[in-house]
């Protein structure tokens, strides 16, 4: 099975950082990886998939990038309702998602 | 939109079976473009793909579970079922179904939505 491993596995920020989480898979995945964003009670939510597409709906200060083994969400100008835990997931094979990166505020 | 509702005991004895139903509004479990996953969490822990099925009975299950799982589609009911036997307190999470883009391959995709999930105990 193929391996995701994200760090962090939590940090803080301040509304209006920029922040950066990465994601490292065990084998080359092209780029088939999304990132979802999950609040405490509430389902995963899609955020980014082929790992740069932007999934309608979503802020533009969402941004993704890499492909290989190595991958970034990126969030521009982190508001209040992005205090969250982030996984990525590598659809390459049958779905493996990375472990997390809880976001808190700082 | 598509929108999809989870449903089942949120108790089960352990050594028995988990039996959960995903229901589909919005959208057609029919429709040849997507797969339908079922996808689990354990409390405070990350997640878990359990397996897929297309709507024409295909399925692809996590090597892990595989032993244990079945997952069938009733396109007249717009409806997706899991079952997970034997369980244990391991099994002890909320359970998801969701849409699947379909993958590279044979592989599950990426998903998107998701149903809002539901916690299924496994305790005596």
């Known amino acids: 099975a193929i391996r995701m491993t994200q760090s962090p596995s939590s940090f803080s920020a301040s509304t209006g950082d920029r922040v950066t989480i990465t994601c490292r898979a065990s084998q080359d995945i092209s780029s088939y990886l999304a990132w979802y964003q999950q609040k405490p009670g509430k389902a995963p939510k899609l955020l980014i998939y082929g790992a740069v597409t932007l999934q309608s709906g979503v802020p533009s200060r969402f941004s993704g990038s890499g492909s290989g083994t190595d991958f970034t969400l990126t969030i521009n100008c982190l508001q209040s309702e992005d205090f969250a835990t982030y996984y990525c997931?590598?659809?390459?094979?049958?779905?493996?998602f990375g472990q997390g990166t809880r976001v808190e505020i700082k | 939109q598509v929108q999809l509702q989870e449903s089942g005991p949120g108790l089960v004895k352990p050594s028995e079976t988990l039996s959960l139903t995903c229901t589909v509004s919005?959208?057609?479990?029919?429709?040849?473009?997507?797969?339908w996953s079922w996808i689990r969490q354990p409390p405070g822990e990350g997640l878990e793909w359990i397996g897929y099925?297309?709507?024409?009975?295909?399925?692809n299950y996590n090597p892990s579970l595989k032993s244990r799982v079945t997952i069938s589609v009733d396109t007249s009911k717009n409806q997706v079922s899991l079952k997970l036997t034997s369980v244990t307190a391991a099994d002890t999470a909320v359970y998801y179904c969701?849409?699947?883009?379909?993958?590279?391959?044979?592989?599950?995709?990426?998903?998107?939505?998701w149903g809002q999930g539901t916690l299924v105990t496994v305790s005596s």
């Open positions: 997931q590598q659809y390459y094979g049958h779905g493996t």
């Open positions: 969701a849409r699947d883009s379909r993958g590279y391959y044979d592989s599950t995709g990426y998903y998107s939505p």
């Open positions: 919005g959208g057609s479990v029919s429709s040849g473009d997507y797969y």
């Open positions: 099925i297309y709507y024409s009975g295909t399925t």
